[in-house]
């Protein structure tokens, strides 16, 4: 059986879960700093180039981040952003992990957002974390597809609001 690999610093060795407040602000800031360095690369990473492991940490965390949006009320448009992020670095993924560099500035606000979102809602976040996992691990393979990524469905109160 393949294991598959940890990204989330926040959920290894649960040291976010049991952490004391000390704790887990260090390793939010460090998390933090890690989403600095993606939503660099992001918008240094040349276009059309090859970026498996680009994609697969975005498809992880942007993952992580319109599952939370999807369950809880957030501000503006980031429900709908967020799963639309998500579905253009599928698409990438699909398309032979070519990065569209046209994407990078939203893909970086995209993380950053999704971060905040994982860091406030962790209970949120260890119930979507699998899935964002396998998610990451699919892309990075090769192997996930276009469909995996539902349509938005917008319900008649959200239209409202």
């Known amino acids: 059986m393949q294991r598959l690999p940890t990204h989330s610093r926040s959920t290894k060795n649960g ?13 939010r800031q460090s998390m933090q700093a890690d989403v600095v360095n993606l939503g660099l690369h992001c918008m240094m990473t040349d276009h059309q180039t090859a970026q498996p492991e680009l994609l697969a940490r975005l498809a992880y965390l942007l993952g992580m981040g319109a599952e939370i949006a999807r369950a809880i ?21 699909v398309d032979g992990h070519r990065w569209d560099a046209s994407w990078g500035a939203q893909l970086s606000l995209a993380a950053d957002i999704s971060i905040d979102l994982f860091c406030s809602y962790s ?37 409202e609001a």
């Open 123 to 159: 209970n949120l976040a260890r119930r979507f974390e699998p899935g964002a996992r396998l998610l990451s691990h699919d892309v990075m393979a090769g192997t996930v597809r276009a469909d995996v990524i539902k349509p938005l469905e917008f319900s008649a109160e959200s239209m």
């Open 15 to 27: 040291i976010y879960r049991k952490a004391s407040p000390i704790e887990a602000l260090m390793v």
């Open 73 to 93: 009320p957030v501000a503006g448009n980031n429900r709908p952003g967020l799963h639309q992020a998500l579905a253009t670095v599928v698409g990438m993924a």
